[in-house]
């Protein structure tokens, strides 16, 4: 494993390089050019004073979130090639240790180009020696930061290995992203939603929890601690940590737990998981149609409904890509249908 571990590093290692060059650059020239400061008006002292600039580690967090999506792609593709996958599963290593390697591998592209990006813009924030930034709190931040990673990294990873093809993994990681959220909101909406709780379930979108975490960390870094009971930028709270870790948890244990189930020759075949297409597009079309009893005059139902309708047949022809579509994909869709229908006349009669 070791060996392996070993040969698979060395292989991604350009990878890394070129990932650290992208994200690095970019960072280090902004941060090497951009004021500290900038003059604004202090309603609390009625007078103009310097405020410190945003340091600019949003831009660090966007390219880690685009290599969660990314190098699941680069990591996991090889299992939809079935002349790739042979010659892996062809290799004297248990599936299980192939996949370890592969995930800790896909973890290092992502965490190495990461790491060399965030502290290079620290240290030169670092050489500037203008005493502006709270630099204690960018360490809290990284590790912050390497959690959300992690977690992330792990439930695409799932995700995409769902797919038999890399197209559909990549949109498997697109529409898991969202399928939470949109269920809960469309309880919530029957429910009268407020905007307290819908805010809360914004961190079941996958990468959500980071985002109000990157938000209060680089408040953090320009103003400090000393305002965190006064200004709610800095509020903190336990779901933005624990919704993604259970995604990560649910992430990692399914890839390793279902390997068992994984057949080579399922490797370049229509995508038909029960954690893809079969079980997504219903639960799509149940919660778009739902959102059709926010629609005040009925009249607007009928058409809505053919046309989500004939959407959802075109989806599962695509997927399944054959126009002949088996009995218990109708029934599939069917039960969507329904579920959605029955849901959009409970939101008309809650809403109105």
Known sequence: MRKFFAYEFKKRMWT????????????????????????GYDYRLQMNVDHPMTPMTWMVWVELLIMCFVVPVLTFSFKMRKRTLDCYYALPIKKEKLFLVKTL???????IPFTAAYFSGFFIVLLRLDGVYHLGWYFVQYLGLLFFGVCLFGFNSFTFTRANHPADGVVFMLAYTFVAFLVLLVFEVIGFAKWEHIEKMLYFISPAGNAHFMVNTEALIMYGAQDMVNNPSYTWNGWMFAIPAVYGVIGYTLLFTTLRFE??????QN????FGYRVLIPIYVACVLAFVG???SI??????????ASVSVVLTVIYRRSFRIKGWYWLMLGIG???????S????LSVY
């Open 16 to 39: 890394m390089i070129i990932l650290t060059l992208i994200c690095a650059v970019p960072y280090v020239v902004t941060t090497f050019v951009m004021d500290s400061t900038y003059e």
């Open 105 to 111: 591998i896909g973890l290092c592209t992502v965490f």
């Open 263 to 268: 057949k080579a020759e399922n490797a370049e």
């Open 271 to 274: 995508s038909d998981s029960w």
């Open 294 to 296: 926010l629609v005040d």
């Open 299 to 308: 009249l607007w139902w009928v058409p809505l409904y053919f046309m989500i």
């Open 337 to 343: 249908h329904g579920v959605g229908m029955l849901l």
């Open 345 to 348: 006349f409970i939101m008309h």
